[in-house]
């Protein structure tokens, strides 16, 4: 494998898609949070939450690397692809941990960067080293580590946390199932291919499809809780219900598909429609709360 890494394959070590996901749902965390931040401050607390999702993202391609070459979605990734040694993607990963933690904690304060950290290792230890190649619960239990964002903006905002906080993490949490099994029941092959015991590939289809069922009922529920817990009001709410309809329609519509093409086409609709369910809650809520603060409902 040879070196020369160029300044494209360090940003996408940073896993820029997953990164742009975490810095939205930190924001509405941060944001609905009910205390003010000073701006500056608060840009300076989002940029180290990029940065510290950036560090969990390299030091994920650093330890997968030998599984990503042989998975056609990752096979092109900078270690796989032969742009970069894993030495550098270690180095890289480990220094921005360290500068993310260090800078949120003095930015703002140790709770939010003590729970950065946390999150980073979560992802990079309990996650990609430990559940990834163990269990086809990885995604379920390492799923935290995603949904641990919102927590630490409303903490920099705060210095604590809190149900509201907590209700936020479990709708990520409890997204997590649904949206990479139904990639995984379309990319069993290549889940199956790297050694990655992925639900599909370990209790079958029929079995990992009665779970996104449930997962998404869970889903739909949990998605209430703004308005339960009283951060929220019908702004969030119907979009919260109408969303999550449309989400366990899909997963009935996938429990219900015959194998085959029909049911990975199934899947990738699922899949694609996970994507944006979640951007359209969060931007929903931090909507509805602007709302709320201007008194207009």
């Not at 604590?160 to 199932?177: M, Q, R, V, Y």
């Amino acid at each position: 494998m040879t070196g020369g890494a160029r300044v494209e394959d360090y940003l996408a070590l940073l896993k820029p898609r997953v990164m742009s996901l975490v810095v939205f749902t930190a924001l509405v965390g941060m944001l609905v949070a009910p205390a003010a931040i000073n701006p500056i401050i608060g840009f300076i607390a989002i940029a180290c939450i990029a940065i510290g999702a950036g560090a969990s993202g390299s030091l994920n391609m650093w330890y997968d690397a030998d599984i990503d070459a042989v998975m056609s979605r990752t096979i092109n990734r900078p270690i796989p692809a032969g742009r970069m040694v894993k030495e550098d993607a270690l180095i890289f990963g480990l220094v921005l941990a360290v500068f993310s933690v260090t800078l949120l904690g003095l930015a703002t304060n140790w709770v939010a960067g003590g729970f950065l950290a946390f999150t980073i290792f979560f992802y990079a230890v309990v996650y990609t080293i430990w559940l990834k190649r163990s269990t086809p619960q990885n995604i379920v239990i390492g799923g935290a580590a995603g949904a641990f964002p919102p927590m630490v903006g409303w903490a920099a905002v705060t210095g604590t946390l809190s149900w509201e906080s907590f209700a936020l993490f479990l709708i990520i949490f409890l997204w997590t199932p649904p949206h990479f099994w139904a990639l995984a029941l379309y990319k069993q092959g290549d889940y199956g291919a790297a050694g990655v015991p992925m639900m599909p590939n370990v209790v079958g289809e029929k079995s990992t499809r009665k779970q996104i069922f449930v997962y998404s009922l869970a889903l739909a529920l949990s998605s209430l809780l703004p308005i339960w817990l009283g951060f929220s009001s019908w702004i969030y709410g119907a979009v919260a219900l109408a969303t999550g309809l449309g989400f366990v329609w899909l997963s009935v519509r996938l429990l219900r598909a015959p194998e085959g093409v029909e049911m990975r086409r199934t899947a990738r609709s699922l899949f694609t429609y996970s994507l944006s369910y979640l951007f359209l809650l969060f931007l929903a809520l931090l909507i509805d709360n602007f709302a709320l603060r201007l008194g207009v409902i």
